[in-house]
T-cell receptor, first 113, second 112 residues
Framework: DTGVSQDPRHKITKRGQNVTFRCDPI?????LYWYRQTLGQGPEFLTY????????KSRLLSDRFSAERPKGSFSTLEIQRTEQGDSAMYLC???????????FGDGTRLSIL | DQQVKQNSPSLSVQEGRISILNCDYT??????FLWYKKYPAEGPTFLIS?????DKNEDGRFTVFLNKSAKHLSLHIVPSQPGDSAVYFC???????????FGTGTSLTVIP
């Protein structure tokens, strides 16, 4: 049973650098989500894809953030010109259809020096 | 604006007893609710869900109750086991959107 896979698990970078994270969803899942979680908070929605189409974006997703899902399979989340406030756990999730639950990966922890 | 609230940051329960975790929401358009368990350094693990057309859903030791008039749901774990010690999140979504709104979590400790 292959769950949602995220790479890397940890990323440490200097402020101002660009970073890119990858998510491989569960293979038959056509819905893919990116969330961000900071200490003491629940996950906060960033963006949603259905197949390759990005259908919804949060106000949290500033213009420094971009997400893609080029062939409706894996997805990437890029953050340009990172800032201290970007330090967080970035979680990817996938689902087959509404009503079936969304399944999270173990996340990428981003630390900005 | 926190649309999903978990007002108890922590809960301790003796092994074998019932654990009751509570969640309140403010948006009357929410019609689908999820519960997750999270261990440190792992992503949230989906436990159980409930649609607004039901008021109860059961899966093994886990039961979720939904009170739509009170905008309240609860997760019951019976009997509680030490391995249940984790942070529990509730989440909600509406039929008009694709995002899930999460509470801030309740840390459950089951004492052997």
């Amino acid at each position: 049973d292959t769950g949602v896979s995220q790479d890397p698990r940890h990323k440490i970078t200097k402020r101002g650098q660009n970073v890119t994270f990858r998510c491989d969803p569960i293979s038959e899942h056509n819905r893919l989500y990116w969330y961000r979680q900071t200490l003491g908070q629940g996950p906060e929605f960033l963006t949603y894809f259905q197949n390759e189409a990005q259908l919804e974006k949060s106000r949290l997703l500033s213009d420094r953030f971009s997400a893609e899902r080029p062939k409706g399979s894996f997805s990437t989340l890029e953050i340009q010109r990172t800032e201290q406030g970007d330090s967080a756990m970035y979680l990817c999730a996938s689902s087959l259809a509404r009503g079936t639950g969304i399944h999270f990966g173990d996340g990428t922890r981003l630390s900005i020096l | 604006d926190q649309q999903v609230k978990q007002n108890s940051p922590s809960l301790s329960v003796q092994e074998g007893r019932i654990s009751i975790l509570n969640c309140d929401y403010t948006n009357s358009m929410f019609d689908y609710f999820l519960w997750y368990k999270k261990y440190p350094a792992e992503g949230p693990t989906f436990l159980i869900s409930i649609s607004s057309i039901k008021d109860k859903n059961e899966d093994g030791r886990f039961t979720v109750f939904l009170n739509k008039s009170a905008k309240h749901l609860s997760l019951h774990i019976v009997p509680s086991q030490p391995g249940d010690s984790a942070v529990y999140f509730c989440a909600a979504s509406s039929g008009t959107g694709n995002q899930f709104y999460f509470g801030t979590g309740t840390s459950l400790t089951v004492i052997p």
